[in-house]
């Protein structure tokens, strides 16, 4: 767990929820960062992306190309989510191929130039890693394969999907971090820290005692959200297609 323990004593983070493939919410998000800034100026700043990159939206490539150079006016810490997991576990076993082809994959392919006809009919997934292979570049694979699994800020606890409740935030394990739902979302526990989470669409952001769930579904309802926090109420930046 990395802890950036004083940051929000003399700054601010910004945490994105899920992009999933729009590349153009990033940028406009990226721009809606900027103009904040320059209206709201503090002398430190963070900005957090919360995982799943990748798939289900058109264009893959294109945001982790972005994510790969940081698209931010503010230092970047980019975390890891389940999709990011099921492209690394496709890389390693192409019979993977099956699920993920479920989940998205089939767009991340086709951002990546990687025909998919016979992946469709359940098929060639062996040919079709090894195309995804030669075709992603070597940065790509870099920044994909070096995301942390959470991220402590003062008060707050980010990460992809949730935690498990009753176990000590420096022992969650990187299954729960980036595929928990029903027990995480259902607890009303205090955590230790306020988890900031995406994972699970919600129609508008969500703020509990004990979580902030910033992911609207970007991919599906064209909304991308960030939360705001700091020394100032808690407020949300969107951008929208």
């Known amino acids: ?16 929820g899920d992009i999933h493939g729009r590349s153009d919410l990033l940028d406009r998000m990226a721009a809606a960062i900027s103009a904040d800034l320059a209206a709201n100026p503090v002398d430190e ?56 082809r479920k989940f998205g994959g089939l767009e991340t392919l086709v951002s990546y130039g990687v025909p998919v006809g ?9 040919q079709a890693a090894e195309a995804l292979k030669a075709a992603v570049p070597q940065a790509h694979l870099e920044f994909i394969s070096g995301l942390r699994t959470s991220l402590s800020v003062g008060q707050y ?16 394990s990187a299954e729960d971090l980036l595929w928990i739902r029903e027990f995480f979302l259902d607890s009303r526990a205090d955590f230790g820290k306020i988890v900031v989470h995406g994972h699970t669409p919600a ?38 297609n």
């Open 157 to 172: 606890f980010l990460c992809h999907a949730g935690i498990r409740p009753g176990v000590p935030l420096e022992r969650q």
């Open 45 to 100: 700043c963070l900005t957090v992306t919360l995982g799943d990159y990748i798939d289900r939206g058109p264009d893959s490539r294109g945001v982790i190309e972005r994510l790969t150079k940081n698209p931010f006016p503010t230092k970047f810490t980019a975390l890891k989510g389940n999709h990011e997991l099921m492209f690394e576990t496709f890389l390693r076993n192409a019979s993977f191929g099956k699920q993920w």
């Open 118 to 126: 016979s992946v469709m009919l359940g098929n060639d997934y062996k």
């Open 1 to 16: 767990m990395h802890v950036e323990p004083s940051l929000l004593e003399r700054g601010r983070l910004y945490a994105i």
């Open 203 to 240: 129609e508008k952001p969500e703020v509990l005692a004990n979580r902030i769930n910033v992911d609207t579904g970007a991919y599906m309802t064209n909304r991308l959200t960030c939360v705001v926090l700091g020394n100032e109420p808690i407020r949300f930046l969107s951008a929208t």
